[in-house]
């Protein structure tokens, strides 16, 4: 006995919008294997026997009562044609075009396509035209809005498929993640910190900022890193904030440029403050000038 061939074929429910899809299906499964279904009376059960789901179900059985009491299946091409009276649309074209209309993309251009193709078949529009119009309406409104800012607009059908394809993919690059070091967000910029609006942009430079060039120079010569003059920066007579805030009680273990570091921070925060507040808060006086 020869072996079937082809997949195993779907049950029909007496959906109206899958049963010209899913008859067609059965008749080809049926041609591949004629050497099996090689009567009228096994194609109609093999029709009968995959209608198991909803208004199909009776649909079936009442066939099946009426053939007991007839003791006959009755011809193939009988058979199809009562099918297809019950189960297909009036108007095939009619109801293909009304789906059409409604058809909107969820998903990926390619699912959209694939489903948008299968309807078109049974609409018999011919003209390209009203093609792309019901392709156009049906896309995501991002999608469609990229392909008409093209310098040149798609004429047919498969070049606005090509082109949803380039603006999908291209938008999927776009929305990748960045794999770079994000700033972070609470990092003072302190040599970008205003003192005042009114003050010009060169005067809110440090006017005595280092490079790393003569901080080094001047730690290795034993100089202040605020006069320039030999000694300490707590000897500095142009740097009160240190030697007040200096206790013997209280000893700092970090060397004197990260301390002239922390106070200098500390200054431009307290100005950045007020910048922000858009008033200044009355400080003393160590606080007003460093």
Known sequence: MPKEIGKVLNSFNGDTHIANGWCLQVQAYLNINAGIYDTDDKKIVLFLSLMTKGEATKWAEGHLKKAETAQTYGTYAAFVLEFKGTFFPKNIADTAIRRLSTLKQTGSIPAYASIFRTILMDTEIEEERTKIMFFHNGLKREISQAI???????????????????????????????????????????????????????????????????????????????????????????????????????????????????????????????????????????????
């Open 148 to 290: 008409l800012a093209f310098e040149t607009t798609p004429t047919t059908l498969s070049t606005w498929l090509e082109k949803a394809l380039e603006v999908e993919v291209h938008r999927a690059f776009m929305a990748l993640p960045s794999f770079t070091k994000a700033k972070d967000p609470y990092t003072m910029d302190i040599n970008r910190a205003y003192a005042s609006d009114d003050e010009e942009p060169e005067k809110l430079v440090r006017k005595n900022y280092l490079t790393p060039q003569e901080r080094e120079r001047r730690k290795k010569n034993g100089l202040c890193f605020k006069c320039g003059k030999k000694g300490l920066i707590k000897d500095c007579p142009n740097h009160p904030t240190v030697s007040t805030r200096t206790t013997t009680s209280h000893k700092v273990d970090q060397d004197d440029d990260y301390k002239e570091f922390l106070e200098w921070k500390a200054f431009k925060a307290r100005q950045l403050r007020k910048t922000v507040k858009g008033k200044e808060t009355p400080k003393d006086d160590k606080e007003e000038d460093f």
